[in-house]
């Protein structure tokens, strides 16, 4: 069962802020966010280790809630470079497998 | 930087061919992966690998094989290509299956 995302796909104007979700029905241990631009491979953003570790990389942060089995990104001040699918991705437990969750796409407007 | 290379960015094929996509790691990563992405269908993991000569089915390997014989290349091999098999592919690797992706810039396949 893969990780779902929410929302499905959002419109931003340059400058405002988004929230994108990633919940989980299984542990996650750790959670990792990728952004892939249209025509392009994803690429990989962050990475979250512990519960409720927070991680940032220029104005894009995201959270880690063990408990909750949720991850958030948050985009602030979004620019038009930010605009594409952005996905939660993480290793399931006693595996060798990966999953991804459903995706988010977004489109900043200027 | 973790380079993976995909041996083609575009493929026609026909329905009937055997079809190898070919992936490359420079990196001496563990772990190797196939996606097909669709529209809307985000990344579904078809097969993957954590060791030479070792593979493991995905989400969606029917129609699909894939080889690993040596730890840098990971092939995916289309046996019987169906128009219902035309899709973006992605190879991707992990130093550790726990520890984060790096994709190739994929192969877009189109079987007539």
């Known amino acids: 069962q893969q990780p779902v995302q929410s929302p499905q796909a959002v419109i931003l104007r340059e400058g405002e802020d988004a929230v994108i979700n990633c919940s989980s029905s299984k542990a996650l241990y750790s959670v990792h966010w990728y952004r892939q631009k249209h025509g392009e491979a994803p690429v990989f953003l962050m990475i979250l280790l512990k519960g409720g570790e927070q991680k940032g990389h220029e104005k894009i942060s995201a959270s880690f809630n063990e408990k909750k089995q949720q991850s958030s990104l948050y985009l602030t001040a979004s620019q038009l470079s930010y605009s594409g699918t952005y996905f939660c991705g993480t290793p399931t437990s006693g595996t060798y497998k990966y999953i991804f969750g459903t995706g988010t796409r977004l489109k900043v407007l200027a | 930087d973790v380079k993976v290379t995909q041996s083609s960015r575009y493929l026609v094929k026909r329905t009937g061919e055997k079809v190898f996509l070919e992936c490359v790691q420079d990196?001496?990563?563990?772990?190797m992966f196939w996606y097909r992405q669709d529209p809307g269908l985000g990344l579904r993991l078809i097969y993957f690998?954590?060791?030479?000569?070792?593979?493991e089915k995905g989400d969606i390997p029917e129609g699909y094989s894939v080889s690993r014989e040596k730890k840098e290349r990971f092939s995916l091999i289309l046996e019987s290509a169906s128009t219902n098999q035309t899709s973006m592919y992605l190879c991707?690797?992990?130093?550790?299956?726990?520890?984060?992706?790096?994709f190739g810039d994929g192969t877009r396949l189109s079987i007539l």
């Open positions: 991707a690797s992990s130093r550790q299956y726990n520890q984060p992706q790096h």
């Open positions: 690998s954590y060791d030479v000569k070792m593979k």
């Open positions: 990196m001496d990563h563990e772990n």
